[in-house]
């Protein structure tokens, strides 16, 4: 048998909805850890790595491992009927072919529970390699989504060059041309305002706007947002999940076409 | 001339290996005369100067064991000794000459060098004609194949101007026809022009990479309309060195339209200053906003542009019109596929659209594609002015870089 109850319904909220663009469907590996999910979008040009920890949940329990094909539209509604106070619960008998999900008010007067079928989905699992990247850069969750927003207006692509006096987000299009540095911030009372870039080796590496869009739907879910950047290796756009876990997205970068 | 006489004029040069056997050749002579004079004639050398000279000798022999039959080349006097001594039956021979510590080779085909000269000489006097009747393998660097029929199509038009459209015509294509090479350099200039814009222009970056090439092809067919021709201009600045060097290797090939132009910069005859006159009239009557009128007067104008002052009032941008005079040229190019001008039309250059754009056809898909988008924003003129030159640069800027699969960074579990 497998249950998991979240205190509060608004995060799981979030988590759909960081990862309902990307991907259609997705299968929630269920262990004793905890739940994970990893799927390419359909164009396999990002992945979504999600770890929610069981230590995260109110309650966790997972006799066996269990593997929960869900079609993650279907979830966002069933999570749409939920307050966000609520505390949110999810069931599912071993060999089920159905998972349960179950909202109960804070107050305990109102219980309400969806049944969902689940799907087998033959997805592949994919194995990221340890990586050591060039760049790390921390920033404000919010700021990088309005990057990416505003320069999504300008080209199908983002350059980000990391380097030592700071990161510089560049898009050229039709408009014009459009550049943001941020440099590393001296000091802030917040620390979820900071900007900070650990680098090893500057790097310059493009992206399509579309997909670093997409993985900004996460930004609720966190205040800061982690960028891993190295040559010729998928970008790493890291949410963290507060006491619960993170969500990853990798980007592929565009690549010189030397056939053109 | 004997041996004897050239030696003594010290027209063969030692600098380089001489090679008796060289020069048994030039000078039809037995061996054992030339290796008499020259040897005479180096003993006279080293003892009037202190030239040295270092010799080569064949060698000829059984080895010991007289198995084996062995020829061989030595170097110098003691080493042929040496060789004479180890082989039975042993026979030498001179085999070259050249001055000690002379690092030049042999030359490719011996010549004394006073025919070297009357070569030269012969070349030069026929500068103007052609230089077919160079054997000796001295390249003098003139001897350009595809100048001799421009020149003798430029005496075909200048001698009879008045000849008929569809003699010109046949001309034309005769031109054509002897010279594939000068096609195929005109195939080229299009379709590397096209090469350059049509991706760039009309094409937004796909995120998948698989179909992206085709797609690439497909749209510059359809969607010609939606970057105008003078988008596809604007877009062009960058390359515009290129389309220079393309304009002159246009120029260097038979392009018989440029050749007009040539001539028409010298102003000898009658009838060149009634072109003169006509030329000017249409850039009088000739606005510039009219998109169709400029289509099939381009070339006309360009020519205009070229030997006019500049006092014309353009309404264009500086930018846009170095790009279009980049590119005018091609159609002049493909102008000089059809006819020569007449005395008073310039219709022709009209005409021959056609069979360039045919010509791209076959010439490449690219240039296909290009010939088609060409044609498509011909074929809707009123949104030349239209196009948006980010288009072009967005465009440009897409081809460089194309998704990456995530899956081609990670493995499979």
């Known amino acids: 048998m497998f249950e998991a109850r979240l205190g509060q319904a608004t995060t799981l909220k979030k988590i759909l909805d960081a990862i309902k663009d990307l991907l259609n469907e997705g299968t929630f590996d269920c262990s004793d850890s905890g739940i994970q999910l990893q799927a390419m979008d359909n164009s396999h040009v990002s992945l979504v790595s999600l770890t929610l920890r069981s230590d995260g949940f109110d309650k966790f329990r997972c006799d066996r491992n269990l593997s929960m094909g869900m079609n993650l539209g279907s979830m966002a509604k069933i999570l749409k009927c939920a307050n966000n106070e609520d505390n949110v619960t999810m069931k599912a008998q071993d060999n089920a072919d159905t998972v349960t999900i179950m909202f109960e008010s804070a107050n305990q007067e109102k219980v309400s529970d969806y049944e969902m079928k689940l799907m087998n989905l033959d997805q592949e699992h994919l194995g990221i390699p340890e990586t050591e990247y060039s760049c790390v850069v921390r920033m404000p969750a919010m700021e990088f989504a309005r990057i990416c927003r505003d320069l999504a207006q300008f080209s199908e692509s983002v350059v980000i060059c990391c380097t030592k006096e700071g990161v510089k987000f560049s898009a050229s299009g039709d408009v014009g041309t459009a550049n943001i540095k941020l440099a590393q911030t001296g000091s802030v009372d917040k620390e979820e305002e900071a900007v900070t870039i650990d680098m090893q080796e500057p790097v310059t590496l493009t992206f399509a706007c579309r997909y670093l869009n997409a993985f900004t739907k996460a930004t609720p879910l966190s205040t800061q947002v982690q960028l891993s950047m190295c040559a010729d290796v998928p970008l790493v756009v890291e949410y963290a999940i507060k006491d619960l876990g993170h969500i990853r997205y990798y980007l592929a970068p565009k690549i010189e076409d030397n056939e053109t | ?413």
């Open chain 2, 1 to 413: 001339m004997s041996l004897q006489q050239a030696l003594d004029d010290c027209l063969i040069d030692f600098d380089r290996r001489v090679l008796v056997t060289d020069l048994l050749e030039e000078y039809k002579l037995t061996y054992k005369e030339t290796h008499e004079l020259l040897e005479a004639h180096i003993k006279q050398q080293e003892s009037a100067s202190a030239t040295k000279y270092e010799k080569r000798f064949l060698v000829h022999g059984m080895q010991a064991d007289g198995d084996c039959e062995l020829y061989t080349i030595v170097q110098g006097e003691d080493k042929l000794k040496e060789w004479l001594a180890k082989l039975q039956n042993s026979q030498s021979q001179l085999y070259s000459v050249e001055v000690a510590g002379g690092s030049k080779s042999a030359a490719p085909i011996f010549k004394p060098m006073q025919h070297v000269e009357v070569q030269l000489a012969k070349l030069e006097q026929r500068a103007g004609a052609t230089p077919k009747g160079v054997t000796n393998g001295v390249s003098n660097g003139v001897h350009k194949p595809s100048e001799v029929s421009k020149s003798s199509s430029i005496k075909v038009e200048q001698s009879k101007p008045s000849a008929t459209k569809v003699e010109s015509a046949a001309t034309a294509e005769q031109h054509n026809k002897t010279s594939p090479s000068e096609q195929k350099s005109k195939a080229k200039g299009p379709a590397a022009a096209a090469k350059k814009g049509s991706i760039g222009s009309f094409f937004s970056a796909a995120p998948a990479a698989k179909t992206q090439s085709a797609k690439e092809t497909k749209a510059a067919a359809t969607k010609p309309a939606a970057g105008s021709m003078e988008n596809f201009f604007k877009k062009q600045p960058a390359p515009s060195s290129t389309q220079a060097k393309q304009k002159e290797e246009a120029k260097s090939a038979n392009n018989t339209s440029v050749q007009l132009f040539a001539e028409e910069s010298e102003p000898s005859s009658d009838e060149e200053e009634k072109l003169d006159k006509l030329r000017r009239k249409v850039v009088g009557s000739g606005d510039e906003s009219d998109e169709a009128d400029a289509k099939s007067t381009g070339s006309k104008r360009r020519r205009i542009v070229d030997s006019d002052d500049e006092e014309q009032p353009q309404k264009k941008s500086a930018e846009p019109q170095q790009v279009k005079e980049a590119e005018e040229p091609m159609e002049v190019e493909a102008a000089t596929n059809e006819t020569f001008l007449d005395d008073d039309g310039f219709v022709i250059t009209v005409k021959a659209k056609k069979p360039m754009q045919a010509a791209k056809k076959k010439a490449s898909p690219t240039a296909a594609a290009a010939a088609a988008a060409k044609s498509a924003a011909a074929s809707a003129p009123t949104t030349k002015k239209k196009s948006p030159p980010a288009a072009g640069k967005s465009a440009k800027e897409t081809p460089k870089s194309k998704q990456g699969s995530i899956t081609s960074f990670f493995t499979k579990k």
